[in-house]
């Protein structure tokens, strides 16, 4: 089994009563990262892993998605930010400065 190098987690919680990730269209934008990262990196296929994840804890500062090893949290509005989170980050490995949470709750 491939150990990643990164993994990133999208949250694409959904609540009835409030405003969640989910809500930001998380489920679509994490289906555009991966084909995204595919398009970018295809060099590193099997090594950077794109997954959904339930709640973050990040609603107050979301959408959310979450970076490791590195633990880097960023927030994002559209599919520009995606590109460069993906670009940035995910392919080069600099973090993107005016996407990320500074402090998760």
Do not use: S
């Not at 990730?21 to 991966?34: D, I, P, V």
Request: hydrophobic letters at 40%.
């Amino acid at each position: 089994m491939t150990l990643y190098q990164r993994h990133i987690f999208f949250c694409t919680n959904r609540r009835e009563d409030g405003d969640a990730c989910e809500q930001h269209g998380a489920t679509k934008l994490c289906a555009y990262a991966k084909r995204r990262f595919a398009e970018a990196a295809p060099h590193l296929a099997g090594h950077v892993r794109v997954n959904r994840a339930g709640c973050l804890a990040q609603c107050e500062n979301g959408p959310a998605v979450v970076i490791y090893p590195e633990a880097v949290w960023y927030t994002y509005i559209d599919a520009t930010d995606i590109d460069e989170i993906v670009d940035e980050h995910l392919v080069n490995g600099r973090i993107v400065e005016r996407l990320r949470i500074d402090h998760p709750a």
